[in-house]
Nanobody, 120 residues
């Protein structure tokens, strides 16, 4: 069974950068959709960025477009989220997600999350 472990969160000042990592164990990430979501206190979980299952297309929430970049290293079974020009409203728990089936764009499995806090 696939396990996703996020890392790289922390406390950063507004305008700073962080890079999150999501390591997949128990299964390759090749041919699986991968993505990042986040949940701020008192709010619902929201989409941040994702790959399609082919790994050839990326999609971003409007709120992060131009500031965040999703990337993947299939050899390391790891997905990254480079976050630049961070804002206090980016404060949230960030979750990595992947699909249960190959050749599908559904996202079904989630990691435990990593906290990102941006101070003003």
């Amino acid at each position: 069974q696939v396990q996703l472990v996020e890392s790289g969160g922390g406390l950063v000042q507004a305008g700073g950068s962080l890079r999150l990592s999501c390591a997949s164990s128990g299964r390759t990430i090749s041919n699986y959709a991968m993505g990042w979501f986040r949940q701020a206190p008192g709010k619902e979980r929201e989409f941040v960025a994702r790959f399609n299952w082919r790994g050839t297309s990326t999609y971003y929430a409007n709120s992060v477009k131009g500031r965040f970049t999703i990337s993947r290293d299939n050899a390391k079974n790891t997905v990254y989220l480079q976050m630049n020009s961070l804002k206090p409203e980016d404060t949230a728990v960030y979750y990595c997600a992947t699909g249960a089936k190959m050749v599908s764009d559904n996202l079904d499995y989630w990691g435990q999350g990593t906290q990102v806090t941006v101070s003003s």
